[in-house]
């Protein structure tokens, strides 16, 4: 079966855009994470859905972040007025229930901001 | 908060020899889930291993081991006969309660032939 895919592998935008990062999870997983990784460092947590409920969006940096997922299985990323500081890439993972613990992550995307 | 520590920015090792790999973390929980990642130059994040605190018993996965010390919140990583791909970056993370990991800042391991 096909793994956590990320859309698009790479972006480049200005400072001042909007993006969206797409994450599709693997098939019939109902847990969703989203993590931002800098160059030369760990991921680090931005935001969890159970289902299509965000169960913790305490990792968004601040209210230019903003992910959904509508319908339990697709999620977007979505950030507002790019900054420079927003340059990393972005990891998805999927977990397949409530009760299972191991998270598969996908390819990432890498966001460039000029 | 937990955090997780790994104080081995690099790591070198010969091609079949043994090398283990350092994290130390703190938290405040009695049952967790800690793990070892693997990250090749392709961006994925690859599960090498895992642990659950309440088991005793070290993890074991072919060539892959840990050392789990929960008293001194230990939890390190031993490759034996290192291959070339082994060479990565390995991040050890810990599960909260929500299962959100938290990551170390990993440690570059080349695998020298």
């Known amino acids: 079966g096909a793994g956590v895919s990320q859309t698009p592998s790479n972006k480049v935008t200005e400072k001042g855009k909007y993006v969206e990062l797409r994450c599709d999870p693997i098939?019939?997983?109902?847990?969703l994470y989203w993590y931002r990784q800098s160059l030369g460092q760990g991921p680090e947590f931005l935001i969890y859905?159970?289902?299509?409920?965000?169960?913790?969006d305490s990792g968004l940096p601040n209210d230019r972040f903003f992910a959904v997922r509508p319908e339990g299985s697709v999620s977007t990323l979505k950030i507002q007025r790019t900054e420079r500081g927003d340059s990393a890439v972005y990891l998805c993972a999927s977990r397949e229930s409530a009760s299972t613990d191991t998270q598969y992550f996908g390819p990432g995307t890498r966001l460039t901001v000029l | 908060a937990q955090t997780v520590t790994q104080s081995q920015p690099e790591m070198s090792v010969q091609e079949a020899e043994t090398v283990t790999l350092s994290c130390t973390y703190d938290?405040?929980?009695?049952?967790?889930?800690l793990f070892w990642y693997k990250q090749p130059p392709s961006r994925q994040m690859i599960l090498v291993i895992r642990q659950e605190a309440y088991k005793q018993q070290n993890a074991t996965e072919n060539r892959f081991s840990v050392n789990f010390q929960k008293a001194a919140k230990s939890f390190s990583l031993k490759i034996s006969d290192s291959q070339l791909g082994d060479t990565a970056m390995y991040f050890c993370?810990?599960?909260?309660?929500?299962?959100?990991?938290?990551f170390g800042t990993g440690t570059l391991l080349a695998v020298q032939p």
């Open positions: 098939s019939g997983h109902t847990a």
């Open positions: 993370a810990f599960m909260n309660p929500l299962r959100e990991l938290i």
């Open positions: 938290t405040s929980e009695s049952n967790y889930y």
């Open positions: 859905f159970q289902g299509t409920g965000a169960a913790d």
